[in-house]
């Protein structure tokens, strides 16, 4: 009994550190799931640079989408035709988890066109928060890959969440490698 415990746990802390560790991404469309356009639209062009900066072929879902579109469009088979065509095979949704350092990880590991329906009423920054918690989930043939989260904490303005974003996320994007 004691065994089956043992072996019961080390299996799911091998699955929990192995969340990106067999990730190995090559490109990516970003998709930011947040409440305001122009939250949306700064998370998805910073998360776009970090990743060019490695040498991740990315690509923000703004270029996609037409101008005020919601990314619940991305599930059509015409527009993932074109993100394919561009040579993108990887789904990359980043969302606001919460604002506080308690947030885990999320259980469910619902497929892409199930995920991008899922409503985040979440601003990129609220008054008197000072942590913000991001996740990243990864997406391949509409199938579930990989999940991620950072937190950004000392947060006292929409600014201060960019810049402490744009610094845990450089750091973060090596493992995603």
Same mark, same amino acid.
């Given at each position: 009994? =004691?065994?089956?415990?043992?072996? !019961?746990?080390?299996?799911?802390? /091998? ?9 190995? %991404? ?21 998360? /776009? ?54 947030? =885990? ?7 892409? $066109? ?6 985040? %009423? ?14 990243? /989930?990864?997406?391949?043939?509409? =199938? ?5 989260? !950072? ?9 201060? !969440? ?8 450089? =750091?973060?994007?090596? $493992?995603?490698?």
């Amino acid at each position: 009994m =004691k065994y089956i415990f043992l072996v !019961v746990l080390l299996s799911c802390s /091998t699955l929990l550190n192995a969340q990106t560790k067999d990730l190995h %991404l090559k490109n990516a469309l970003v998709i930011g799931q947040l409440d305001k356009s122009e939250d949306r639209y700064s998370i998805e062009i910073a998360l /776009t640079e970090i990743l060019s900066d490695f040498g991740v072929k990315s690509l923000p879902s703004l270029n996609i989408l037409k101008v005020g579109a919601d990314v619940y469009h991305l599930e059509s088979d015409s527009i993932q035709n074109i993100v394919k065509s561009k040579g993108i095979d990887t789904y990359l949704t980043v969302s606001v988890r919460g604002y506080d350092k308690r947030f =885990k990880l999320a259980e469910n590991r619902d497929d892409f $066109k199930t995920a991008i329906n899922v409503n985040h %009423l979440f601003t990129l920054f609220k008054d008197e928060v000072i942590s913000v918690s991001f996740e990243f /989930t990864f997406y391949r043939e509409g =199938k579930f890959v990989a999940t991620d989260i !950072v937190r950004c904490g000392n947060v006292d303005s929409r600014e201060s !969440v960019l810049k402490r974003f744009n610094k845990k996320v450089a =750091k973060r994007v090596k $493992k995603w490698l």
